[in-house]
């Protein structure tokens, strides 16, 4: 009889098993031939428990070897079967993997039997081993075989992103640098895309800005937009309450175009769900009041309807013109293109809307293919935009959990300059923006004064960026072509880490740029 094979750290325990087992047999045979029945008859009942007790410290100890690489080989077969599995695996393939690699691993893997369990969605392997050692001494006593076994499972789990490109579209984005914005974004977003075991595993959103967000005019019966006028921002600039929405519908050649304004502080830095329990948190359709006729030599840059339309009664002051309610009834305002922005109720709502996260390549594509270039820049609200779009709450729901370990929330933010506005010695301090105008302090500041206004926009941008990044979110920013000191550092303190300030000082560094930060969330993605 041969005996199996045994690693030299065993052979000294054979070795002495079987001298204690000769041992016995010798004795055996001298009490065979002793005489004295008493003896012989003691020794019949005692062998074979003896011979038990030898058998089992030898054969017992072997198959404990076996177990122990047994359960190596499956451990290390399972774990380089998982990570061959795809969204296309099945089982019998992950099988051939396991099987295949503890034949070559172990010897006695032709008397194995493997069981193989595949989850394709949960990307893990599960196994177990079976196997029968054919002792060499206990036959004797009638055992045969010892079962050995093993199991082992391994997942390597699915890695989730949620990017939103955050892309600035104002009027100096004109020409080549948003024709290159619209090819780079579009290569990233396909990158991110491309980064999905299974589909809907990366998702991608799309936030173009200028002065203000588009939230889209598909929203307006939304229940976090304000349509019934219950924010206590939303008759700012009217004598009597009215509802923006419908002074909207009863103009001809005109409707919202999805625009909203900044919520008051301090919902307009933070992630608050808008509920209608808390009117400050619900989000107002934009709306530009009719400015007085008086032009813009005086100041006034919106001016789209003429003053002489119900006036009389309601006061002939600048300020009682602009503020009548009854003046939007069955008329057809000015909107044509003037100032870098558009005349109208829709003033400065520029870009187009937010695409919010999705995994599908054409409605990106075709989105980012569409993005204009006019208006101001507004890096507050593109932010905080950029960040709901991320976000589990409503407004945009797509995100997932902010305490998933699976899933990383990423922010790409990109501009060719700083925040913007203009200030103007009228009633109104200002430009219509996403925080009205500036007399109405919702910026912390009544002044009229360009830097004081733009001050405060730096102050909430830096707030967003740093609320954001709390919650969770990783932000990478582009400074693109920005010569500003001020806007530079709000980049460099707005991304997550040093290294993800990016700045790219001509069209191809752009390009340069949105390829580094794919390669890294590629990179990062493979850390979970």
Request: glycine share 8%; net charge positive; hydrophobic share 40%.
């Amino acid at each position: 009889m041969s005996l199996p094979f045994l690693p030299p750290w065993r052979m000294p325990i054979l070795s002495r098993g079987r001298r204690l087992l000769c041992r016995t047999a010798r004795r055996a045979r001298r009490f065979s031939a002793d005489p004295r029945g008493a003896v012989s008859i003691l020794f019949a009942v005692t062998l074979l428990p003896m011979l038990g007790i030898v058998g089992g410290a030898v054969d017992y100890t072997v198959a404990s070897g076996r177990q122990s690489r047994l359960q190596n080989a499956l451990d290390a077969a399972v774990l380089t079967a998982t990570r061959s599995v795809t969204a296309n695996s099945t089982s019998a393939q992950i099988s051939e993997i396991v099987q295949r690699h503890m034949a070559g691993n172990l010897d006695f893997a032709s008397h194995v039997t493997v069981t193989v369990t595949l989850d394709v969605a949960a990307r893990s392997v599960q196994a177990s081993a079976t196997y029968a050692y054919k002792p060499l001494i206990l036959p004797v006593i009638g055992i045969s075989n010892i079962p050995v076994g093993a199991t082992s499972t391994s997942q390597l789990g699915r890695a989730f992103l949620e990017v939103a490109l955050v892309l600035d579209n104002s009027g100096s984005m004109a020409g080549s640098r948003i024709t290159t914005l619209r090819t780079a974004s579009a290569d990233l977003a396909r990158k991110v895309l491309g980064m999905a075991y299974m589909a809907g595993d990366t998702k991608v959103a799309v936030v173009p800005f200028a002065s203000m967000v588009n939230v889209g005019s598909s929203n307006a019966g939304a229940s976090w937009i304000d349509s019934q006028g219950h924010s206590p921002i939303h008759h700012e600039n009217f004598a009597t309450p009215a509802k923006r929405l419908h002074l909207y519908s009863q103009m001809t050649g005109v409707s919202w175009a999805g625009c909203v304004e900044a919520r008051p502080s301090p919902h307009d830095v933070t992630d608050t769900a808008p509920t209608s329990g808390n009117p400050a948190t619900l989000f107002v359709p934009s709306f530009a009041p009719d400015e007085p006729d008086e032009g813009q030599w005086s100041g006034f840059y919106n001016n789209y309807l003429s003053d002489g339309i119900c006036q009389s009664g309601l006061g002939t002051s600048m300020l009682a013109r602009q503020q009548r309610v009854c003046k939007y009834n069955g008329v057809s305002p000015d909107q044509s293109l003037a100032n870098g922005t558009r005349r109208g109720p829709n003033h400065m709502c520029d870009a187009n809307p937010i695409i919010p996260l999705t995994h599908n390549q054409t409605t990106l594509t075709t989105a980012l293919a569409a993005m204009p270039a006019y208006g101001g820049t507004n890096l507050h609200e593109a932010v905080m935009w950029g960040w709901r779009t991320l976000s589990p709450e409503p407004p945009f729901t797509e995100g997932r959990a902010y305490n998933d370990p699976q899933n990383r929330k990423i922010m790409v933010l990109m501009t060719d300059g700083a925040n913007d506005a203009i200030g103007l010695s009228t009633m109104n301090g200002s430009f219509y923006s996403a925080y009205g105008f500036s007399a109405a302090g919702r910026l912390g500041t009544t002044s009229s004064n360009r830097a004081e206004i733009v001050a405060k926009m730096n102050e909430k941008t830096l707030t967003s960026c740093a609320n954001a990044k709390a919650a969770g979110v990783r932000i990478y920013t582009v400074a693109f072509l920005v010569t500003d000191p001020t806007a530079l550092s709000i980049l460099q303190q707005c991304a997550s880490n040093p290294s993800m300030a990016l700045v790219a000082d001509s069209d191809q560094a752009l390009t340069n740029a949105f390829d580094e930060i794919g390669n890294h969330i590629s990179r990062l993605r493979l850390t979970h």
